[in-house]
């Protein structure tokens, strides 16, 4: 726990009383409580002009309706595919326009919503809270079986090509990335930004990255923070250990580093933003699926 606070807490500028209501609104348009306030003059607004983009219901494998996320071009066929998985805070605003992001740069991208059975991570005023009655109540299992199912609706929507699939994620989503590459066979090429590379086992989340690398189908990018509060150099430098013993996927793997910049460096809508990093990191992130066949 004392982990998760130093990664989702007040040092990295959010305020943990609400200065906006974030229930009854369309998934994707606003933030999480948590997250106020939201620093608007560096936050990034992609225009859906071009794209066909919103909400969507995905059908889980247990028969269940999750929400969903999802943009791509408004014409053609045959976009590469992306899976893009949430921060701590659920689907909000940042997270549907690094969606619409994608779908500028020729991808199909699809957020899906993977906290729905536990609750709501947006109505949440204070992290700690939500951390314990919500995010260490995801089973690593639900997870998996909810993006195989979003990969799914991808397929069935006729435009995506999920032969050429990658996954992207920020902060919790970072280390789901290496779980999912890991968990996937049909997974090319994951960039994982700033998860969590190693902690302590429970009986929901049993492996972290560290533990996966002789498990991985394609290579993973990892771009970290070099004053992450949160995710220490050390625990980088041991999960670039591992990826040399690891798989060929592995030893293809890379984790880059930005001195001197703190956790969630690519959340436009913090005080954490770094915008440097964050453009150079988008630009790694779009070359690293496209030479791994993924764009």
Partial sequence: MDGDRLIYGAEYGLSRRAAMAATGVALGSTFALSVQPVQAQTMIMTPADGLTAGAVKVKTKDGKEMDAYRAMPASGTGFGTILVVQEIFGVHAHIADMCRRFAKAGYYAIAPELYFRQGDAKSYTDIPKLVAEIVAKVP???????????????????????????????????????????????????????????????????????????????????????????????????????????????????????????????????????????????????????ANGVG
Avoid at 240 to 261: E, H, W
């Fill in 140 to 290: 690593d299992e639900q997870v998996m079986g909810d993006l195989d199912s979003s990969v799914a609706f991808a397929k069935g929507e006729g435009k995506a090509d999920t032969a050429k699939l990658g996954i992207t994620g920020f902060c919790w989503g970072g280390r789901i990335v290496w779980l999912y590459d890991a968990h996937n066979p049909a997974v090319k090429a994951g960039v994982a930004w700033y998860g969590p590379l190693q902690r302590p086992a429970t009986p929901l989340q049993p492996k972290y990255p560290v533990d996966v690398t002789k498990d991985l189908h394609g290579p993973v990018l990892g771009l970290y923070g070099g004053a992450d509060a949160g995710i220490p150099m050390d625990s980088v430098e041991k999960m670039r250990a591992a990826l040399k013993t690891g798989n060929a996927a592995a030893m293809k793997s890379q984790i880059d580093v930005y001195p001197d910049t703190p956790h969630a460096f690519n959340a436009d809508y913090r005080p954490s933003y770094r915008k440097e990093a964050a453009e150079d990191g988008w630009k790694k992130c779009l070359a690293w699926f496209k």
